[in-house]
């Protein structure tokens, strides 16, 4: 049973740029959760989606930031305008939501602005 | 609104010496609680959870931790330290309802010394 997929694994992109983050959960899951890691700090969560649905986006930014989970597909965290800033580890997780309780992660995306 | 507290940003070990990792929560609901550990470029794995029933936890490789509500604390502990140890571990808190997000502690690295 694979885990949680994350690509690219690695990404650069110039500041102006668009970037896109995909996760596609573990199978069964309906759950994906979006977290982002700055260097030297813990995990701050994003946005919580299910199928189709965007259930809680109270962690993130407010412009330039915006996330689907469609009803086909991997999950998409996609990233406007990248600035500096932006450099990170995102890591998306999942859960099955069904009275159980833990996350399970993926390995992450680690984005580089230059 | 939830928060966790992990004391000591950097705990340091000998081999085969006791391992305990501080965490303290807040929550204004009956907390479930989590410890993530996480290895150099890779993403979190779960070690142990605490939902309900047993206030003493046991996870993978040896860890386990006991939630006391009277201490709002759920401190990870392992008898003997190992090598293979090393890393970052996260305490989490999410709310008692599926599909609440995962408020991270800032993390502990743990370095074992041979």
């Known amino acids: 049973n694979a885990g949680v997929m994350q690509n690219p694994r690695h990404l650069v992109r110039r500041r102006g740029q668009e970037a896109r983050l995909r996760c596609s959960p573990m199978k069964g899951h309906s759950h994906v959760y979006w977290y982002r890691q700055l260097p030297e700090e813990g995990l701050k969560f994003m946005v919580y989606?299910?199928?189709?649905?965007?259930?809680?986006e109270s962690g993130m930014p407010k412009e330039r930031f915006s996330a689907e989970f469609p009803k086909e597909g991997p999950s998409i965290l996609r990233i406007q305008q990248v600035v500096r800033g932006d450099s990170a580890a995102y890591f998306c997780?999942?859960?099955?939501?069904?009275?159980?309780?833990?996350?399970?992660f993926g390995p992450g995306t680690r984005l580089t602005v230059t | 609104a939830q928060s966790v507290t992990q004391l000591g940003s950097h705990v340091s070990v000998s081999e085969g010496a006791l391992v305990l990792l501080r965490c303290n929560y807040s929550s204004s609901v009956p907390p479930y609680l989590f410890w993530y550990v996480q290895y150099p470029n890779q993403g979190l794995q779960l070690l142990l959870k605490?939902?309900?029933?047993?206030?003493l936890v046991k996870g993978i490789n040896g860890f386990e931790a006991e939630f006391k509500k009277s201490e709002t604390s759920f401190h990870l502990t392992k008898p003997s330290a190992h090598m293979s140890d090393a890393a970052e571990y996260f305490c989490?808190?999410?709310?008692?309802?599926?599909?609440?997000?995962?408020?991270f502690g800032e993390g502990t690295q743990l370095t074992v010394n041979p």
């Open positions: 989490a808190v999410s709310q008692e309802t599926s599909g609440s997000r995962l408020t």
């Open positions: 989606l299910q199928k189709e649905n965007i259930i809680d």
């Open positions: 605490y939902t309900t029933g047993a206030t």
């Open positions: 997780a999942s859960s099955s939501g069904q009275g159980r309780y833990e996350q399970y």
